[in-house]
Each structure stands twice: as structure tokens, then as C-alpha cells.
């Protein structure tokens, strides 16, 4: 690959998107949507300026970070009020839906797609999943209402968590024994590690963590720049040693975000800052690789079968779990409808592809790889586009 080539055109979409960014998203263009497009026009399935050969490893890392870094950002920017009025929206959704909507996906996805039925226990838990970074334009909208917006950031900020076990356990019986890394009577007790761990670290770093910078400024120990640079170490120590101890990282960092103090106001603030720019250079960084290197991939493998699903994943699959989920809350059907549409697959689905590649191989050790693979990269394509739109549309609803 021609790094040069790859940092011009990136460095150039970012440029000229930021010009004209306001008229861009007045005609409902978001920022994904237009760098992913870009992506795919620079890569062999159009232009062919650049020559995809990004390692796997490298493309996981740079999600992996990512997504914590998102995850960590997006609670510390949670009114901690809001929990004790509003969660009993997310834990409805976390506790009936998502389970729901792993089961829906998975019993549609073995007649549609002709899987077998652990294969398409692996493509559902990959597509269930959601990611807040694509329905920002509503969740910044200050029309939305307060508790639409503090169910869908839990409701992306910890379902990723939730879903990583499982996709793992999985991963493990697909490997046929040979290398699965934890035998049948062991997985229990990795499961409650995963999120005993993850939730002692979310919880000392949060406090604790968020205390240290915070005294620190009170002393003006510390300078402007490293308050920005602090803050950004601490979502990945968090993440980094949630992992290392057995524990779930993306389940520590959500939670570290949360219980920052309110009174850490210089913390909260910068990782806004660190959000608003760096963070969303990140994530926009990791949707032009898709389009690049994730899309040339699949298209050659896509079928109208893979479609359908993909098009089932983000309406019935995920809709049809999140209204049953609902019932009894007293929430009116607008809202219903919001929560039930604004469950966008992105980061986290890439991210899971990307561990199932490094756990167990290429395509030529997955009997069935390439229409998981296609299927998702498509489902997470057709996201993008179609909850960027929808945003627009809502927003002009809510007017």
C-alpha cells in the first residue's frame, strides 16, 4: 500500500468535509457516510488509488482502541441523574431485547442463509450489537428528548460488552477442541470473570483515577495539554488493564466513564474536547478503512440472500425485540419506533469480524466465513447510509 496515497486522500476527505460540513449535514450527509464512500471509490472496486494489503491485526487494534475510547467518552458525558430516572429504559433493552434480538437473527439466518446453526450463532451475536457513533446527529440534538438519549448511549455502551462473551464461547466451539482455550465446565466462570473484573476496574478508575487528575489540576501540577492527554490515558488503562486481568475491557471503560465524580469537571470536559475531535477522527479513520479494505473484500461474495438479511437485521431482527422489551414501559409509539430504529451496527460489528479472523484463521479454516463475512460487512454498509439518512429525517420530524 502507498501510505502517502492513503494519508493524502484521507487527510484531503477530512478537509473538505470540515469546509462544508454544516450544508453537508443539513442534506443529511453524515460524516460516515461520506468517508466510508470515499473509501470504497478509492479502493480497488472503483478508482484502485490504493492497494488494500492492511494487515488484520493492525485494522483490530485500531478498532479495539477505538471503541473504548468512544465507550469511555460517550458515559463520561452521562448525567449521573439520569441513571437512577431513566434505567430502567436501558436494562429493558440490554435484558430482554438484546437476547431477543440474538435469538431472532440466529433462527432467521440458518433458513435465509443456508448456515449451519453454530455459524449463524456467529453471525447474529456479531450483528447485535449497536453503535451510538452513527445516530450522534440525534443523540447531540438537543430536540431529542433526555431519556431517547441516555437509553441508546447505555444501551451501545454496554450491550458491546454483553455481547463479547458470547461471541467468544462461539468462536470456541467452531475451533472443534483443538484450540478452544477454556474447556465446557470453565466458561462459567470466565463469563462472571469477564464482568466482575471489568466492573471492579470500570469502578476504581472511574473514581479513582478521574481523582488523581483532578487533584492534580487543583495543585496545577499538571499542564493543559496533559489534562487532554491524562484523560486519554485513563480510558486506556482502563481498557488495557480490564483485559489484562481476565476481565471485559469495553465493559470497564463504559463504566469508568460513568463513575467519574461530577466534580471531576476538568476530566468530563476534556475527554468532550478529546471526543469532539480526536475521538471522532478515530472512528472516522476506522469507517474509511471499512469501505476500503472491509468492502472490497466482501462485494465479490455478496448474493440477494445476504441482502435480505442484512435488511431483516436492521428492521424486524432488531425492531420486532425492542417493542416486546417496551411493553408496559408507558413510553408512547414514537419513541418505541425511535429506540427500535436507532440500533445501528458499527464499530463493534467490524471489531468482532476482525477477533474471529485472528482467533481462528482465514476463510480457508471457516467452512462458512465468507457469507458471515459478506453478510455483515453488508448489514454494517447498509447501516451506515441508511441510519445517517434517517437522522436527517428525524431531526426535520422533531422540528
Known amino acids: 500500500m502507498d501510505a502517502h ?5 484521507l487527510a484531503a476527505s477530512l478537509l473538505g468535509y470540515g469546509l462544508v460540513a454544516r450544508n453537508i449535514e443539513h442534506a443529511g450527509i453524515s460524516a460516515p457516510m461520506l468517508i466510508t464512500l470515499i473509501g470504497i471509490l478509492s ?25 473504548a475510547i468512544i465507550l469511555f467518552t460517550d458515559a463520561s458525558q452521562t448525567k449521573r441523574r439520569h441513571l437512577l430516572r431513566y434505567e430502567v429504559l436501558p436494562i429493558r433493552l440490554l435484558a430482554i431485547g438484546l437476547p431477543l434480538t440474538f ?16 455459524a449463524a450463532a456467529w453471525l447474529a451475536i456479531m450483528l447485535t450489537p449497536t453503535d451510538a457513533a452513527l445516530a450522534q446527529g440525534m443523540i447531540n440534538n438537543p430536540k431529542t428528548p433526555e431519556r431517547l438519549r441516555h437509553t441508546i448511549t447505555v444501551e451501545s455502551g454496554l450491550n458491546d460488552g454483553l455481547a463479547l462473551p458470547v461471541l467468544l464461547f462461539i468462536l ?20 462472571i470473570q469477564q464482568f466482575a473484573v471489568g466492573t471492579l476496574v470500570g469502578w476504581v478508575a472511574g473514581r479513582y483515577g478521574g481523582s488523581l487528575i483532578h487533584q492534580a489540576n487543583k495543585r496545577h501540577q499538571i499542564t493543559p495539554m496533559f489534562q487532554r492527554l491524562s484523560s486519554l490515558a485513563l480510558a486506556l488503562l482502563t ?17 469508568a466513564g460513568l463513575f467519574l465524580s461530577p466534580r471531576h469537571t476538568l476530566v468530563i470536559e476534556r475527554l468532550k474536547e478529546f471526543g469532539e475531535a480526536e475521538g471522532e477522527l478515530l472512528a472516522l479513520l476506522v469507517f474509511f478503512l471499512f469501505g476500503l479494505v472491509f468492502v472490497a473484500e466482501a462485494w465479490p461474495l455478496m448474493q440477494w440472500s445476504h441482502l435480505l438479511y442484512a435488511l431483516l437485521s436492521l428492521t424486524v431482527i432488531r425492531m420486532i425485540p425492542v417493542f416486546i422489551s417496551l411493553l408496559g414501559s408507558g413510553l408512547s409509539w414514537p419513541d418505541r419506533l425511535f429506540l427500535a430504529w436507532f440500533g445501528p451496527r458499527g464499530i463493534a460489528s467490524i471489531l468482532y469480524v476482525l477477533i474471529a479472523v485472528e482467533q481462528m484463521g482465514y476463510s480457508d479454516s471457516i467452512p462458512e466465513y465468507e457469507a458471515v463475512f459478506a453478510t455483515t460487512v453488508l448489514t454494517v454498509l447498509l447501516s451506515i447510509f441508511l441510519h445517517g439518512l434517517s437522522t436527517h429525517v428525524f431531526q426535520r420530524s422533531s422540528r
Do not use: C, R
Open 103 to 118: 435469538m431472532a437473527g440466529w433462527l432467521l439466518a440458518v433458513p435465509i442463509l443456508g448456515l449451519s446453526w453454530l
Open 5 to 9: 496515497t492513503l494519508l493524502f486522500i
Open 172 to 191: 470456541a466451539l467452531m475451533q472443534a477442541g483443538d484450540y478452544a482455550f477454556l474447556d465446557a465446565d470453565e466458561w462459567p466462570l470466565f463469563v
Open 239 to 255: 481498557y488495557s488493564g480490564a483485559e489484562l486481568l481476565g476481565g471485559n475491557g469495553f465493559i470497564a471503560v463504559f463504566l
Open 43 to 67: 479502493g480497488p472496486l472503483v478508482l484502485n488509488l490504493v492497494n488494500p494489503e492492511l494487515e488484520h491485526h493492525g485494522l483490530k487494534l485500531m478498532a479495539e482502541l477505538t471503541l
